[in-house]
T-cell receptor
Framework: EAGVAQSPRYKIIEKRQSVAFWCNPI?????LYWYQQILGQGPKLLIQ????????DSQLPKDRFSAERLKGVDSTLKIQPAKLEDSAVYLC?????????FGPGTRLTVL | GENVEQHPSTLSVQEGDSAVIKCTYS??????FPWYKQELGKGPQLIID?????GEKKDQRIAVTLNKTAKHFSLHITETQPEDSAVYFC????????????FGKGTHLIIQP
C-alpha cells in the first residue's frame, strides 16, 4: 500500500514570496491533516479536512495560510506572503480509525 | 485545548537495556494516544497506540501503558537495539469529531553500543 505522498521535498524562498505544498493521502482515507513542525519541536496541527470539508482550522494563521482539498482527495497548503518564522517542515497526514499516517514532509526555508 | 508534556527530552541507554518515556495530558476528553518514531529527514512513523478503554498494550519489544485517572501514559522499549535510536513523540487527540493530534516536544533516544 502506497503511503502519503508530498511534494516538493524541499523549498527555499525569500520572505514575502508565496509557496504551495501538495499532498496525496493514502487511498481511501477520508481525513487529511496538515501539521507544521519547527526544528526541535513536535508537529503542530494547522488544519483537518474530512473529505473536502474543513473540520478544524483553529490554529491556521488565516491571514497568510490557506488550504483546500478539492474533490476530497489531494490537498494543497499555501503561504502568502511567507515570513522568516514560517521556516519549518510541513507534514501531511491521513487517517483511518484514528490512526494517522504521515508523509515525508516538505522542508521550507524562508530567507 | 489539549496540552501534552513529555519527559525526558534526551535519554541515553546502553544497548540491551530498557528505555521508558513518560507523557501527561490535560484534556479528559482525549481518548486516543499514539506514539511516533521520527528519524532524521523523515516523517513521524506510528509505532504503537492505545485507546482510553485499555490500560496496556504490547507489540514485541514495545509496550504502552495508560493511566486515565492520573492522565499519563508511557512508552516502554525493552532490549534496545542501535536502530531504536531516533526521536520519539507522544500525542493525544482532542476527542469528538475534530481529532487532530497534540504532540509532546519529543525525546531523543540514544542507544549506546
Amino acid at each position: 500500500e502506497a503511503g502519503v505522498a508530498q511534494s516538493p521535498r524541499y523549498k527555499i524562498i525569500e520572505k514575502r514570496q508565496s509557496v504551495a505544498f501538495w499532498c496525496n493521502p493514502i487511498s481511501g482515507h477520508a481525513t487529511l491533516y496538515w501539521y507544521q513542525q519547527i526544528l526541535g519541536q513536535g508537529p503542530k496541527l494547522l488544519i483537518q479536512f474530512q473529505n473536502n470539508g474543513v473540520v478544524d482550522d483553529s490554529q491556521l494563521p488565516k491571514d497568510r495560510f490557506s488550504a483546500e482539498r478539492l474533490k476530497g482527495v489531494d490537498s494543497t497548503l499555501k503561504i502568502q506572503p511567507a515570513k522568516l518564522e514560517d521556516s519549518a517542515v510541513y507534514l501531511c497526514a491521513s487517517s483511518f480509525n484514528n490512526e494517522q499516517f504521515f508523509g515525508p514532509g516538505t522542508r521550507l526555508t524562508v530567507l | 485545548g489539549e496540552n501534552v508534556e513529555q519527559h525526558p527530552s534526551t535519554l541515553s541507554v546502553q544497548e540491551g537495556d530498557s528505555a521508558v518515556i513518560k507523557c501527561t495530558y490535560s484534556d479528559s476528553a482525549s481518548n486516543y494516544f499514539p506514539w511516533y518514531k521520527q528519524e532524521l529527514g523523515k516523517g513521524p512513523q506510528l509505532i504503537i497506540d492505545i485507546r482510553s478503554n485499555v490500560g496496556e498494550k504490547k507489540d514485541q519489544r514495545i509496550a504502552v501503558t495508560l493511566n486515565k485517572t492520573a492522565k499519563h501514559f508511557s512508552l516502554h522499549i525493552t532490549e534496545t537495539q542501535p536502530e531504536d535510536s531516533a526521536v520519539y513523540f507522544c500525542a493525544a487527540n482532542s476527542g469528538g469529531g475534530a481529532d487532530g493530534l497534540t504532540f509532546g516536544k519529543g525525546t531523543h533516544l540514544i542507544i549506546q553500543p
